[in-house]
């Protein structure tokens, strides 16, 4: 006889998320129990029109009570719980053979692969394997208020342990916009706390307290209730590892180093296979300077076998794309190009899809020396051969972030890759500018009009720079579904982007956003003429405009606009810092030791400020050592000295300290 296979769901007010989940389960599930705890919306009717059966359960503050109701309504040989704000993705066809070999083989369980999204991005995501798969009838129950955990009842009597079933499942509650619809962490404190008041020295439920302190912002707390988890823990805890890495992480978040530190050297010790701990390790290594524990630590996490992650909480790519990318950074902070693009090639055989390693690797293509053709050249025969459309859309982004737009407006082209926003803003950025005003003519009519309606609008704010970038005036169309006001806010941008004078009847607060918007949108796009005029029309002072110009790498501009400032004493602390940053890039060490001292006065716990005057002290200190070995080539001590010190510079520059530019920034520099 065949096994069957029953889904058992709670929900409440879910009529969004349900279809997908029950839909991802209705073709191979035998039987649907639906444990609704007091929905107002039409979760019950939704359930019912995918064959599942409701149970009515009122709502107790106990997410154990409502699983074992459904527990209690269980006919079939096998369950699968599932929440439904999850769906299986993967492997729904294979588990009828899967539960019948499990069968045979005395199992009573099987963990479920499960990717909980965090966010928009291929990479906001963590990965976790539970046991979410198990034999019906008494031998398992639920409990917890929160957090619910299966337990058994009944002693097994055959392998008790637990295997990989091939169900794959996405789960979405954890992404902002859910957590806060649901007031998830608020609700979770509020269940967590009377579990702590009822068992004081549960570390699990410590643990998730603390998790719930975090997600509220409650960070100091939060490391209470961790640290008093970690005192209390058993040693075979599954959740020991994650918990010592979300103890770590919330340290470091709020400054408390050292001691993280310390607790992620003891964790990836007891716990080597699990990659996060090693790839937090790396990361506070990069910041200190240690560019060798860095690596190192990178080398650990991309070793740690995939099999053995199962048993733990891992950001996605934790053992693959994201070490290799970051060891790759650390390679060009170093100055060895070859050996970062090399790393940054291992994370996209990796994930063909990750933006950063795309970037990482056009970066230090460039830092070689090489052409903007050949970069996408290499790219299209060694990177990009069988890749799907996303990792094409990342290749030809990173080729314009490097600043090949020519390169990346064909490979976008040839591609057709479908952003017509990134498209738009490439041909403005490369002087196409006729060529953009078709591209945004094409999108409103493909559209038909949806692209519209605020003048912040990425398209229509591209738009309306191809055009006033030839002095032409806004076309009709292109403002065809704008309310009235904003079309006299468009009317006065597009007079003080040409040059003209603004109408008398509108004042810069009502200019502020749209002209900031559009202003970064024309820096961006290499348009630094019309960005200073539009940010002047919104009320933008000199010194803020020459930080934004700064920032995109127009360095010549801003200088001489932080220079004519200080002339005037008008600099603030963090103008002395940036005009500080130019005269470091230029060789002029002392000048800039001034005006970091000066920032320094102002603000005293101004980081940056004090990064920035001891880099150039470590500078001139080399300068002098190389001076003295010039004149006693011979001297040991003296050359000894030379290479700390070059040591401790190169340390220096990996600190976070300056303004990071891409290569299209980079090259604004005359701009």
């Excluded at 839909?23 to 995918?50: C, K, M, N, Q, Y």
């Excluded at 019906?136 to 009597?157: I, N, S």
């Excluded at 080597?272 to 701990?277: G, K, N, S, T």
């Excluded at 090399?342 to 795309?358: D, H, M, N, V």
């Amino acid at each position: 006889m065949r096994p069957t296979i029953g889904v058992h769901v709670i929900a409440r007010n879910e009529e969004d998320r349900l279809p997908r989940c029950l839909s991802s389960v209705r073709f191979w599930a035998d039987r649907i129990v639906i444990v609704d705890t007091g929905s107002t919306d039409s979760t019950p009717e939704i359930a019912l029109a995918h064959g599942a059966e409701v149970v009515r359960f009122q709502w107790t503050d106990d997410f154990s009570a409502a699983r074992n109701v459904a527990l209690a309504h269980a006919t079939t040989d096998w369950i699968l719980a599932i929440d439904a704000d999850e769906a299986i993705v993967e492997g729904g066809e294979k588990l009828r053979t899967f539960v019948a070999e499990l069968a045979d083989s005395g199992a009573d369980c099987a963990t479920v692969e499960i990717e909980h999204r965090l966010g928009s991005r291929l990479e906001d995501a963590i990965t976790s394997y539970a046991v979410r798969l198990f034999r019906g009838g008494e031998r398992f129950r639920y409990e917890g208020r929160v957090h619910e955990q299966l337990v058994r009842v009944e002693r097994p009597t055959g392998d008790s342990g637990d295997r990989v079933s091939p169900l794959r499942m996405t789960h979405t509650g954890y992404l902002p916009d859910e957590l806060a619809r649901k007031k998830t962490a608020e609700r979770n404190a509020r269940l967590l706390e009377r579990e702590i008041a009822e068992r004081p020295d549960d570390p699990f439920a410590a643990y998730n307290l603390g998790v719930s302190f975090v997600q509220r912002g409650k960070l100091e707390q939060a490391v209470e209730f961790f640290e008093k988890a970690l005192g209390s823990l058993q040693d075979d805890a599954p959740y020991g590892a994650t918990l010592a890495r979300d103890c770590a992480e919330t340290m470091l978040t709020i400054s408390s180093r050292e001691r993280a530190a310390r607790l992620l050297e003891s964790a990836s010790s007891r716990y080597p296979d699990y990659p996060d701990l090693h790839l937090m390790l790396g990361r506070m290594r990069r910041e200190e300077g240690d560019w060798a524990g860095a690596v190192r630590a990178y080398d650990a996490a991309s070793a740690c076998n995939h099999d053995c992650m199962q048993a733990y909480v891992c950001l996605a790519g934790a053992n693959s794309y994201r070490p290799e990318t970051e060891a790759g950074d650390v390679w060009r902070l170093l100055g060895e190009p070859e050996r970062a693009a090399e790393r940054y090639a291992a994370a996209l055989r990796a994930e063909p899809g990750y933006g950063p390693a795309w970037r990482g690797w056009t970066e230090a293509r460039r830092e070689q020396g090489l052409p903007y053709g050949e970069i996408a050249e290499r790219m299209e025969r060694d990177l990009l051969r069988g890749s799907h459309i996303e990792a094409i859309r990342e290749a030809a982004n990173a080729l314009a972030i490097a600043g090949g737009f020519e390169e990346a407006i064909k490979l976008a082209r040839a591609a057709d890759i479908g952003e017509p926003h990134r498209l738009i803003a490439w041909l403005i950025a490369a002087g196409r500018l006729a060529e953009a005003s078709a591209e945004t003519r094409a999108a409103f009519s493909e559209k038909q009009g949806d692209l519209a309606g605020s003048a912040t609008g990425e398209i229509a704010g591209l738009g309306l720079l191809a055009f006033w970038g030839q002095s032409l005036p806004e076309p009709e169309w292109l403002l065809a579904d704008y309310p009235l006001a904003e079309r006299q806010v468009v009317a006065a941008l597009s007079c003080a982007a040409r040059g003209e004078s603004l109408p008398g009847l509108f004042a810069a607060e009502e200019l502020k956003a749209p002209a900031d918007a559009i202003g970064e949108l024309a820096l961006a796009c290499r348009l630094p003429d019309i960005a200073c005029r539009l940010l002047q029309a919104g009320g933008w002072g000199e010194l803020a405009i020459a930080q934004r110009l700064y920032r995109r790498g127009y360095t010549r501009r801003s200088a001489e606009m932080l220079l004519s400032l200080l002339g005037s004493g008008a600099l603030d602390a963090d103008g002395l810092i940036v005009l500080g940053e130019i005269l470091y890039a230029k060789g002029h060490c002392d000048a800039a030791a001034e005006l970091f001292e000066q920032a320094l006065e102002r603000q005293p716990e101004l980081v940056k400020a004090r990064l920035g005057a001891a880099a150039c002290y470590v500078r001139l200190a080399h300068e002098a050592a190389e001076y003295a070995l010039s004149g006693n080539p011979g001297n040991v001590r003296l050359a000894k000295q030379r290479e700390r010190l070059l040591a401790s510079e190169k340390r220096m520059a990996g600190l976070p300290w300056r303004t990071e530019w891409s290569g299209a920034d980079r090259g604004n520099a005359d701009g």
